[in-house]
Each structure stands twice: as C-alpha cells, then as structure tokens.
T-cell receptor, first 115, second 115 residues
Framework: AQSVAQPEDQVNVAEGNPLTVKCTYS??????LFWYVQYPNRGLQFLLKYITGDNLVKGSYGFEAEFNKSQTSFHLKKPSALVSDSALYFCAVRPVWGSARQLTFGSGTQLTVLP | NAGVTQTPKFQVLKTGQSMTLQCAQDMNHNSMYWYRQDPGMGLRLIYY???????DKGEVPNGYNVSRLNKREFSLRLESAAPSQTSVYFC??????????????FGPGTRLLVL
C-alpha cells in the first residue's frame, strides 16, 4: 500500500527567507506526486505535480518541488517566502501502474510565514 | 464556471439522524470523489466514482453511501450519523478516469458536527 509522510506538523519561516516543506513517500513502482495547499476554511488547491522527466517541477505562486527517487522524497520549496504563503500544505502520491485510483495524502504541514 | 460546489457548508446532526451531502461540478469531469479531513490525518477517501454509473469504496467507506446521479453530481449519504463522523467533507473531481496523473479539483467543503 502506498503512503506519504510529512515529518513536520508545523514549519515557521521569516518572510523573505527560503522555505522547505518535506515529503517522503512509499509506493509500488514509480510514483505520481502532487502538492496541494489549503487556506483557512477553503478546499484544497493544486500547486504542482511530478509525472515524469525533469526532477525539478515548477508550480503556482513561485513554488517548486524536487523529485528524488533514491531518497523517495518530493520536498516543496520556495526561494523567498511571503506572509500570504501561510497555509496548510499536503503532499500526495499515487502509483503509475496498478488498479488503485486512490490518491494518498500526507497528514499535512502547517506553514507559517512570519513578517 | 463555478468548479466544484458543495452544499450545505455547515450542518449539525444528532446521533442517528440521516443527511445527504451534495456535490456538483461544471468542468465536464468524468471522475468524482468524496474525502473526509480530520486533524492530523490528512484526507482519507470515502468513495469515488471513476465514471458516470460506477462507484467504488475508498479507504473509509463504512457508514456512508454514495450516488452518482449524473455526470455532474455525486452525493454522499449518512444513513445514521455517529459522533465519529464529525469531520470536514470534501468533494473533488478529475478529468480522465484511468489517467493516473490527473489533477483533482476540490470543493470548499462541508463541516459536519454530530452530537
């Protein structure tokens, strides 16, 4: 069965500093990997995804993520954080092959950007 | 283009009462999903519908039923609500059934409190 670990429940960073939100995964075979963001009292919004090809994926709002197959990681990064980036971030995985259509989510990381 | 809409936004039930959560999408998507979100647990899939006329169980289907009314609408029913079903419920949709890399689009959620 596939799984996702987000080892940090909370990440605090000062505005203007780089941010990293960590994600590791376990899946049979190759993965499709996703990052979603949730603002208070809102649904999840898609940020970016890794399908194949370049290990560095660029997404919305200046976010990017790096796929590392050997470390089974897909960390979310941004060079310069904004206060408006404060939100709950979810990593998700599904296998490339197989009958499972289920997207498995991590438990989420609350990012707080301090002014 | 409203995307994914959910009704109601908030509901309070007494134990044993029944209710139906409604979801509709206007993106002509084939697949639709129901998730529940609980603190520290991320999102867990309750049921999904890969295409009109089909439904399948997800990770946590017990106590729920679903109906894919047509291509646009996917409802979730609680026949006899229990306090353990207190949660935030999200509906999502995606474009292509069987395309494992497809992005899911989420509604704003329904907050359910069962007393």
């Amino acid at each position: 069965a596939q799984s996702v670990a987000q080892p940090e429940d909370q990440v605090n960073v000062a505005e203007g500093n780089p941010l990293t939100v960590k994600c590791t995964y376990s899946v049979s075979g190759n993965p499709y990997l996703f990052w979603y963001v949730q603002y208070p009292n809102r649904g999840l919004q898609f940020l970016l995804k890794y399908i194949t090809g370049d290990n560095l994926v660029k997404g919305s709002y200046g976010f990017e993520a790096e796929f590392n197959k050997s470390q089974t990681s897909f960390h979310l990064k941004k060079p310069s954080a904004l206060v408006s980036d404060s939100a709950l971030y979810f990593c998700a995985v599904r296998p490339v092959w197989g009958s499972a259509r289920q997207l498995t989510f991590g438990s989420g990381t609350q990012l707080t950007v301090l002014p | 283009n409203a995307g994914v809409t959910q009704t109601p936004k908030f509901q309070v039930l007494k134990t044993g009462q029944s209710m139906t959560l409604q979801c509709a999408q206007d993106m002509n998507h084939n697949s639709m999903y129901w998730y529940r979100q609980d603190p520290g647990m991320g999102l867990r899939l309750i049921y999904y519908s890969a295409s009109e006329g089909t439904t399948d169980k997800g990770e946590v289907p017990n106590g729920y039923n679903v109906s894919r009314l047509n291509k646009r609408e996917f409802s979730l029913r609680l026949e006899s609500a229990a306090p353990s079903q207190t949660s935030v419920y999200f509906c999502a949709s995606s474009e292509a059934a069987g395309a494992y890399q497809e992005t899911q689009y989420f509604g704003p959620g329904t907050r359910l409190l069962v007393l």
